[in-house]
């Protein structure tokens, strides 16, 4: 029984990793996905972001959840979702400057990623804190690894480096650095992910 239970746990984090992977499989987010993987650590940074919005959010509405009428659920969702957007900015402008003025519009957005505001409609308000939390790590991680890979793609061949470590003398492909790269790696990698979930 323990067993089991340990089971599903952790089954919510690897959904969010494989299962309900928001980029590759549920395709959300896209707006963020296509506008700041030009480089690996823009990505990641982009992803971790929005996972701490994400957990955060999950576990305050899984709280409030119960008390809350559903005329005005989505509401209160986002204002829910945007207090923790705002939470984050502040300490991004405090304590990673320079992260901040690169992702600069991206953050405000975070708001209305249809992954945050989805989890909270599709999960967080029908389960318990700790899995509300469990599941948010486990699509945030998914998010995050998506952009990084996505990232990490477009960097090498846009500019011959990877987590700005340059390994190839001269300028790559200008095309992947920029927004038709994005549409080009976004969806062979949709292809191999959905091909390699089909052999599983």
């Given at each position: ?11 919510l ?8 992977n ?15 993987t ?52 502040l ?21 209305v ?85 089909a052999?599983?």
């Amino acid at each position: 029984m323990e067993d089991r239970k340990m089971s599903n746990k952790f089954s919510l984090i690897t959904d969010g990793l494989v299962k309900n992977n928001p980029t590759f499989v549920l395709v959300l987010g896209i707006c963020p996905t296509l506008a700041t993987t030009t480089s690996a650590i823009n990505g990641m940074e982009m992803g971790l972001a929005t996972m701490f919005v994400l957990i955060l959010s999950n576990i305050f509405i899984s709280l409030i959840a119960p008390m809350v009428p559903d005329k005005v659920r989505i509401p209160t969702y986002i204002v829910v979702i945007a207090t923790f957007v705002t939470l984050l900015q502040l300490l991004m402008q405090a304590f990673v400057p320079d992260v901040y003025a690169t992702l600069g519009l991206f953050i405000p957005l975070i708001v209305v990623n249809c992954i945050v505001l989805g989890r909270a409609e599709a999960f967080a308000n029908k389960n318990s804190v700790g899995d509300s939390a469990l599941d948010g790590i486990g699509v945030g991680l998914g998010f995050t690894l998506s952009l990084t890979v996505i990232g990490i793609v477009r960097e090498i061949l846009g500019s011959g480096s990877v987590f700005g470590w340059k390994f190839v003398a001269g300028d790559g492909i200008l095309a992947f650095v920029m927004a038709p790269g994005a549409f080009i790696v976004l969806g062979y990698l949709l292809v191999l992910f959905n091909k390699f979930l089909a052999k599983k």
